[in-house]
């Protein structure tokens, strides 16, 4: 199979990329915001790589045409909370016109998978469900995720082709790109502080491993059992949600190293919803996907070969 994936240099994306390049031929679109190529020059030899911008439609279009991908993967967003706020002209133009560019010219037939987000659904305790629990998101990038999500059924009724709108939810695991929650911890404490500067620590969310994500993302793009102009969306999570606390206290055992916890008031959010699960029923039963990596294992893993950004070792080193 041909298979496109946007913002494959990316956190999921690499993940996903290295999971499919020796079955598959792989074309990564990715604009290198970050400016750092993170494949290394062996996988370079298995895929083809195009640094593009989807926000210019003309050169998405060209990738698009020359490569005939029989699916596509949309990765490809900008993530971080905090940066969508500062910046939500930005996040509009990447998260929403960039994806209507992708599927303005996606070829008939070909499989869509849009990464969404579980930021669109409206507050409330109990687990996400696909088509009952409400939408209402709670932030620029929540609007932006869902807004994306309209274009896609649009655009799949309109081109006639197959696809599935996978509300991802918090992924974690070695090679974070944005200075979520986890990266922040492991950053201070690799650096050598033993007082972690933190936000709230009370909101519980559904924690996924980069590993287990990029294997839902593979399940959905090669399941056949969706129709052209069929739109199935589906949560990308584990069903069950920790707090921050929870999450310092496994890690405790782990590093071995005794920390204390500051609350900085600079961190703390003013929209930041106490509880964000999924419920995994749907996409088990539709792809036979079910998470595989527990919680611990993920934190050994980023505790002993974090990958974390340059730019957040620098902060915490200074």
Same mark, same amino acid.
């Given at each position: 199979?041909?298979? #496109? !994936?946007?913002?494959?240099?990316?956190?999921?994306?690499?993940?996903?990329?290295?999971?499919?390049?020796?079955?598959?031929?792989?074309?990564? /679109?990715? %604009?290198?915001?970050?400016?750092?190529? &993170?494949?290394?020059?062996?996988?370079?030899?298995?895929?083809?790589?195009?640094?593009?911008?989807?926000?210019?439609?003309?050169?998405?279009?060209?990738?698009?045409?020359?490569?005939?991908?029989?699916?596509?993967?949309?990765?490809?967003?900008?993530?971080?909370?905090?940066?969508?706020? %500062?910046? =939500?002209?930005?996040?509009?133009?990447?998260?929403?016109?960039?994806?209507?560019? /992708?599927?303005?010219?996606?070829?008939?037939?070909? &499989?869509?998978?849009?990464?969404?987000?579980?930021?669109?659904? $409206?507050?409330?305790?109990?687990?996400?469900?696909?088509?009952? @629990?409400?939408? $209402?998101?709670?932030?620029?990038?929540?609007?932006?995720?869902?807004?994306?999500?309209?274009?896609?059924?649009?655009?799949? +009724?309109?081109?006639?082709?197959?696809?599935?709108?996978? &509300?991802?939810? %918090?992924?974690?695991?070695?090679?974070?790109?944005?200075?979520?929650?986890?990266?922040?911890?492991?950053?201070? /404490?690799?650096?050598?502080? +033993?007082?972690?500067?933190?936000?709230? #620590?009370?909101?519980?969310?559904?924690?996924?491993?980069? @590993?287990?994500?990029?294997?839902?993302?593979?399940?959905?793009?090669?399941?056949?059992?969706?129709?052209?102009?069929?739109?199935?969306? !589906?949560? #990308?999570?584990?069903?069950?949600?920790? @707090?921050?606390?929870?999450?310092?206290?496994?890690?405790?055992?782990?590093?071995?190293?005794?920390?204390?916890?500051?609350?900085?008031?600079?961190?703390? &959010?003013?929209?930041?919803?106490?509880?964000?699960?999924?419920?995994?029923?749907?996409?088990?039963?539709?792809?036979?996907?079910? =998470?595989? !990596?527990?919680?611990?294992?993920?934190?050994?893993?980023?505790?002993?070969?974090?990958? /974390?950004?340059?730019? #957040?070792?620098?902060?915490?080193?200074?």
């Amino acid at each position: 199979m041909r298979i #496109l !994936v946007t913002g494959g240099n990316g956190y999921v994306g690499r993940v996903l990329c290295r999971q499919l390049i020796h079955t598959h031929q792989v074309c990564v /679109l990715d %604009n290198l915001r970050y400016g750092t190529m &993170r494949f290394t020059a062996e996988e370079l030899t298995h895929l083809r790589f195009e640094q593009v911008d989807l926000r210019d439609r003309a050169a998405t279009a060209a990738v698009v045409y020359d490569f005939e991908p029989e699916i596509i993967i949309h990765l490809a967003a900008i993530h971080f909370i905090p940066e969508c706020e %500062n910046d =939500p002209a930005l996040a509009i133009a990447t998260n929403v016109l960039g994806t209507i560019h /992708l599927l303005s010219v996606c070829p008939v037939e070909c &499989r869509f998978v849009f990464a969404s987000s579980g930021a669109v659904y $409206q507050p409330e305790e109990s687990p996400h469900v696909e088509d009952s @629990s409400p939408l $209402q998101p709670s932030d620029i990038y929540g609007h932006t995720k869902l807004q994306g999500e309209i274009y896609v059924r649009y655009f799949a +009724a309109k081109r006639d082709f197959p696809a599935v709108v996978t &509300r991802l939810f %918090n992924v974690i695991g070695p090679g974070e790109t944005n200075p979520h929650i986890l990266p922040e911890i492991i950053a201070q /404490l690799k650096t050598g502080h +033993a007082t972690l500067h933190l936000g709230n #620590l009370t909101p519980k969310r559904d924690y996924i491993d980069v @590993s287990d994500a990029a294997a839902g993302f593979a399940k959905v793009a090669l399941c056949s059992n969706i129709h052209p102009g069929e739109v199935v969306t !589906v949560n #990308l999570g584990t069903q069950t949600a920790y @707090s921050v606390t929870e999450l310092l206290a496994a890690l405790r055992p782990i590093t071995a190293v005794d920390f204390q916890v500051q609350t900085d008031n600079a961190r703390l &959010r003013q929209s930041d919803r106490p509880v964000l699960i999924a419920d995994r029923t749907k996409i088990a039963r539709l792809f036979n996907w079910q =998470p595989q !990596v527990p919680l611990t294992a993920t934190l050994q893993a980023m505790w002993v070969n974090p990958d /974390l950004p340059l730019s #957040l070792i620098q902060k915490y080193s200074e």
